[in-house]
């Protein structure tokens, strides 16, 4: 969690094809594999960036809801088009990338 980008790598290669910036101390990645968007938690600035897959550029940032900071986990459902972006020890959030905006609280839980 110490980089602010990330590198697009070719898997037959290993061959670096591209870095994005993302936020402050990019860590977990996750992919939409049917909208081909790539979501990337960034635990210092309490962000997640949205990269378009197909031109490896920036589409926008949310700010994940609930006040929470350092999100250090993410996934997609590309059935539901959803993003699940979990909070270092206090929340899981539930967002739809239309509305941006949770939809519920799905879990809380306390890092003791």
Do not use: C, Q
């Amino acid at each position: 969690m110490n980089s602010d980008n990330v590198s697009v790598i070719d898997g037959a290669t290993n061959t670096v094809l591209a870095t994005v910036p993302a936020g402050d101390g990019a860590g977990a990645v996750a992919v939409n594999t049917s909208t081909n968007a790539i979501y990337v938690a960034n635990f210092n600035d309490n962000t997640v960036t949205v990269i378009d897959g197909l031109t490896n550029t920036v589409v926008t940032t949310i700010i994940p809801a609930g006040g929470s900071p350092f999100p250090t986990g993410i996934g997609v459902s590309s059935l539901n088009n959803s993003i699940y972006v979990a909070e270092l020890g206090i929340f899981f959030l539930l967002f739809k990338k239309r509305e941006k905006l949770p939809l519920y609280v799905i879990v809380r839980w306390w890092h003791y």
